[in-house]
């Protein structure tokens, strides 16, 4: 696998439920073996990817970002159906014709036309490989005693990029299945109770499967420092803030 390498940028783009005004997001840009990588930090679990002349949108939801002032989707990918994770109206404006999307079991009600993708599914979409990783709560349940995520319900995807592997876990813990992962080179792991995932959760799956960069994301009020703190001594994973909440 390949060291990554950073370069960070700014983008000025108008992000909905705030004043209107255009606000500044992050942008990381990841070299690979068939080009660069840009990833936008859109906020809460929403990401935007550009690769290879494509422009792919993970988990639109319109109260962290203004889809309308975005480039529209090659590729859609949706972790599972809560409305912070599959927004319609974030969905509709993201879409083009001809644009591709991928969601678990969960999504395809309103999903129409997806390609869905059961935990464990391998699938080449537009050139790029994509692996589902499931994603659901061990401990964490709603006061009846049933999980926030139900196993099968929802995915996390491993999308390849030339030789580079981006894990997107979506909502879930740290699960067998997670730990098991092997060479990860950039992961984002949810950290907001009672949801997901605490801080030492979050640490133990990352030091299981050790990813080279970690983004803490769908952070909440969780205090991502202590995340920091608590890998500060993993010198092979690099942790990075980003406005993820």
Known sequence: MIRIALTLGLLVLGLAGLSGAPQ?????VFPTSKGDLEITFLGHASLMMTFGGKTIHVDPYGDVADYRAL???????VTHEHFDHMDPEALKLAFKPGTAAVGSKACAPKLPGAIIMANGDTRTVLGLTIEAVPAYNIEHTRPDGNPFHPKGAGNGYIVTFGETRVYIAGDTENTPEMKALRSIDIAFLPMNLPYTMTPEQVADAAMAFRPKVLYPYHTGDTDTGRLVKLLQGEKEIEVRIRGLR
């Open 24 to 28: 500044k997001v992050e942008k990381d």
């Open 71 to 77: 480039p529209r989707a090659d590729l859609i990918l």
